[in-house]
């Protein structure tokens, strides 16, 4: 039994959705979830940077400690060297322990970071064609490349700081109360102004962070708009429009950046004011009480060195809290793209591969969203091989979306598509593709060299099967002249070489799949003679012994063709030769004498479909 994916089962729900009821608001449990998640497989090293870097906070506790001693050895004349030794020691050790701790820490984030691109790179990739058609690429990459740089503190810092500062808090705190306890009550009252600051404050960072990260993707969109339409910008003139567009948006990022900056500073200024304040009223009341004889002058000093000390595991709490806001942010988005309706992987069966491959549409009808126009209504036709069926059709009529729904990059909304006598949906997908070579209209190459364009499909290939098939779509001669051969670069999607040498490359791409079944989507401009007559051969080669599937624009592909199918409106309008249509089908005499491309000095069969339709 081949393995199928219901549809329902496609859909992910959005983690970022609402989670259902329960006290806290989903938002923050599904972040908490995240979170979780990211940190599980880094527990150890990130317990390990914790507990180090509170040794390291407890070292520093120590010194007030040894500060009182050596304040109280100085005072009964007593010897001191060992106590300074100590100190000196003590702040040594802090150091190092502090280091490594941060190191650890350091490190696990990275890992972090780098395991949320990957899995949402690798998520991404998998992404439905047609939740790819309602996103914007731009966006999508940033939320790999920058909000996942967020998670980098919330994992590890955000949390370490926040358990140590707890402690340390604590640890302070306690020392404060053994120390004297009345002026502890001085110090809770500051503690108390921060706490009331900071709950004001955080969830603006949160919103200011989201604003920020937000803009960043709407500035990746826009470059990723120009970059992929350069030619176009330039000669439009509208390079200033464009980086006009950028502006808006680094300008938007920078107002939250800056909101971000702005409350980040008044809670760090607040922590700072609240423990000077209370340093201030530890003084004079402690004063106070050391003329009183209430405590001695070194307790005065070692708590006013531990008020001081608070300042740390406070801002550190405070500092905590605002990574964890800005985390959040990035969490939501990434959460989001997490969310996105990706294809499911299903296992390969062995048997379905038949070469050459039967093509079927039975009453197929299709649209690309509720709200749009039926594409295909009752769309019947069986393309069998080997040989060539070849499309032809007003723009519109479907021609490209039957081959879309060959590939499965969308599922029909009625009917079915069978290959091979298999509905596609009940094929594994992977091997659906893998009996499919699919040359596009404008032969997208990726940037990189000839030999990645060539071997993207299929990876296992060697150098002589490479060049065999260079030399079967005589791309050889091209290659030979290249100074890197194989190795050369082909430039920002493929712009180093010509229309029909692009054509070539990715017809040798799909024919070193060893398709069963080659889609054709003829380029609309015109080639050359020899490029042209190439094209033409290397297609009745294939059809030899593979079924081909072309959407034809040019003459010399549909004379040839073992079968024609006219499209009109997303039906099929007739079916037969060359020589049977222009006979006997108005729409196609008119569009082989219009709209087909003929190569130099081939005769047109006369127009009469729009003559006679007149
Ligand atoms: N991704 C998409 N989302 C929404 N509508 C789409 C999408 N792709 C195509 N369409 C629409 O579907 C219809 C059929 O498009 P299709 O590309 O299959 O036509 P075609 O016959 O190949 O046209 P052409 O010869 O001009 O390439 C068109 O009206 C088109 O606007």
Not at 271 to 288: C, K, M, Q
Not at 540 to 549: M, P
Request: proline share 5%; glycine share 10%; with cysteine.
């Amino acid at each position: 039994m081949t393995q199928t994916v219901p549809r329902a089962e496609a859909t992910q729900p959005s983690p970022a959705a609402p989670a259902g009821g329960g006290p806290a608001p989903p938002r923050v449990r599904a972040t908490w979830r995240a979170l979780r998640g990211y940190i599980r497989p880094y527990r150890a090293p990130i317990a390990l940077g914790g507990l180090l870097n509170l040794a390291a906070a407890l070292l520093v506790l120590a010194q007030p400690l040894v500060a009182k001693a050596l304040v109280d050895a100085l005072g009964r004349d007593g010897p001191v060297t060992g106590i300074v030794l100590g100190l000196t020691g003590l702040v040594f050790l802090g150091m190092l322990v502090r280091a490594a701790g941060q190191y650890v820490l350091e490190r696990a984030a990275e890992s972090i970071t780098r395991d949320a691109r990957r899995q949402l790179a690798a998520r991404l990739m998998r992404l439905r064609v047609a939740e790819m058609d309602r996103s914007r690429p731009g966006d999508l990459m940033s939320r790999v490349i920058a909000d996942t740089t967020l998670l980098r503190q919330v994992t590890t810092q955000a949390l370490v700081s926040a358990v140590i500062g707890g402690l340390t808090l604590v640890a302070t705190v306690v020392l404060m109360a053994v120390l004297d306890a009345p002026l502890l009550g001085v110090c809770l009252a500051a503690v108390v102004l921060i706490g009331c600051c900071v709950t004001l404050i955080m969830p603006r960072i949160a919103h200011a962070t989201r604003r920020v990260q937000e803009s960043v993707g709407a500035a990746a969109t826009v470059l990723e708009r120009a970059f992929g339409a350069f030619r176009t910008i330039k000669a439009a003139g509208a390079e200033a429009r464009e980086a006009a567009a950028l502006d808006e948006a680094v300008d938007e990022a920078w107002h939250g950046g800056v909101r971000v900056a702005g409350l980040r500073s008044v809670a760090s200024s607040a922590t700072g004011f609240a423990v000077h304040v209370a340093f201030l009223a530890v003084l004079g009341v402690g004063g106070a009480r050391v003329a009183s004889g209430a405590v001695e002058l070194s307790t005065l000093i070692a708590f006013l060195l531990l008020t001081f000390q608070l300042a740390s595991p406070v801002g550190q709490l405070v500092e905590a809290a605002a990574q964890y806001q800005a985390g959040s942010a990035a969490v939501f988005r990434i959460q989001q793209a997490q969310g996105m309706d990706v294809e499911q992987p299903s296992p390969g069966r062995p048997g379905t591969r038949r070469c050459p491959a039967t093509v079927e549409f039975r009453r197929v009808d299709f649209r690309y969203r509720a709200e749009l126009p039926q594409v295909h209504r009752d769309l019947s036709f069986r393309a069998e091989g080997p040989g060539t069926t070849a499309f032809v059709g007003p723009s519109g009529a479907g021609k490209t979306t039957v081959f879309a729904l060959i590939e499965r990059f969308y599922e029909a909304v009625g009917g079915t598509v069978l290959v091979n006598g298999i509905d596609v949906l009940d094929w594994p997908l992977a091997g659906l593709r893998a009996s499919i070579g699919y040359v596009e209209q404008d032969a997208p190459l990726l940037a990189g060299t000839l030999r990645d364009n060539l071997t993207c499909a299929a990876p296992d290939v060697t150098d002589d099967d490479i060049r065999d098939t260079l030399a079967r779509v005589q791309l050889d001669a091209l290659v030979d002249r290249l100074p890197d051969g194989l190795d050369a670069s082909v430039g920002h999607r493929g712009n180093a070489l010509s229309g029909g040498e692009r054509q070539r490359v990715a017809i040798a791409r799909a024919l070193l799949r060893r398709p069963a079944l080659l889609l054709l989507d003829e380029a609309t401009s015109q080639l050359d003679a020899v490029n042209e007559r190439v094209l033409r051969d290397v297609v009745a080669d294939i059809a030899r012994d593979t079924t081909v599937l072309v959407i034809a624009h040019r003459l010399s592909t549909v004379a040839t063709a073992d079968q024609i199918v006219v499209l009109e409106g997303g039906r099929v309008r007739r079916t037969g030769t060359h020589r049977e249509l222009v006979e006997g089908d108005a729409l196609y005499a008119e569009l082989a004498a219009t709209q087909l491309l003929a190569e130099p000095g081939a005769r047109r069969p006369d127009a009469s479909y729009g003559a006679r339709r007149a």
